[in-house]
């Protein structure tokens, strides 16, 4: 793989550290802002809402930007933004700050996983995806470990002036070794790019997207519940199992790129949604033992991720040149969409009073319904011949 992805990594792992670390830091926040745990909560729901409207409408408005510049630009906004929680004397300001920084996440990942694509041979591509979203999951086994320890022994402030420091080491290694010509202005009109929203196989996509990657995080979001109260873990055994979770997600991101280029993406999807369904099932009965759930923990993690390269590459397969921007940024957005439906299902069931074990039914059932619709993706026409008659119709 040529440098210039691994500084493509380099922003995705400050990109993904800042979206996650204020999970370790909520209690701090609350009692520093005088604002509660609930409502600190919603610096997270907000960061998410963010990505899901900025990545469409920050993607159109930059179209015509040489993507070198965009990138460059959004990793400014990144420190800025993040240096601005630094300083934040106020709940508010913290969510301004927090919007602000959301708004390059997803324009970010999916103008970076178009210019990923183009800087490796055809047969490369998905590997060149999984390897720029290796930085995410980097974030998720060091960066956001880092920031709770920083959090803990300096303040929540220090976390997010160190996530800003690392923006600033990374928009160095882009501005070095991303090359000038990596991938070029956009040069379609405005109908030209939104015409990818008549194809049927991009929606497809999306979808499969949303609801298959949800129940990953059905289960996730109440992994630390599942492991303390079902199998009895005490706090320093949650962390190195979340720590093999991050491992997980590092295997698996590499695996799926892998096996996108070699067996073809629809055919990758289907095994990648086939596998985390069999491992969201075991969720029932994988926290009866300290052993057995760290084991499946892991195993969780891999299943999670090894679908993530497919998912990206099928949208931008279904848009074809013109709307590869903004199909890749929309499916950025519906991963974030998907991270909330899958909170939101896992909290209905506990609301329900059906017990822990029982999110992993609802995990289940939304990735279950993610492979029906990998199924009837298959059934359609090819996306690229759908998305030449978009744009001719467009013209």
Sequence with gaps: MPASLLALAAGAFGIGTTEFIIMGLLTQVSHDLQISIPTAGTLISGYALGVAVGAPVLTLASRRWPRKQLLLVLMGIFI???????????????MAARLLTSLTHGTFFGVGAVVATQLVPPERKASAIAFMFSGLTLATLLGVPAGAWIGQHFGWRMAFAAVALVGVAALGILAVFVPRNAATAGAHSLAQEL???????????????????????????????????????????????LLLFGAGLAI????????????????ALAGALLVLLAVLLAGRWAFAGTPLAMAYVLLLGIAAFVGVAPMQMRVLQAAGHAGSNLASSLNIAAFNLGNALGAWAGGAVIAQGMGLTSIAWAAAALTALGLLLVLLS????????????SMKTAC
């Design 195 to 241: 015409a990818v929203l008549r194809i049927p196989q991009l929606w497809l996509g999306l979808g499969i997207t949303v609801v298959g990657f949800a129940g990953v995080f059905t289960l996730y979001t109440y992994i630390e519940p599942l492991l303390t109260q079902v199998t009895g873990m005490g706090d320093r055994w949650v962390a190195i199992t």
């Design 80 to 94: 800025a933004g993040n240096a601005a929680a630094a300083w934040a004397p106020s709940y508010g300001w913290l």
């Design 378 to 389: 298959h059934r359609l026409p090819a996306g690229r011949t759908a998305a030449t008659q």
């Design 252 to 267: 698996g991101n590499h695996a799926g790129g892998r096996l996108a280029d070699r067996h073809g993406v629809l055919r």
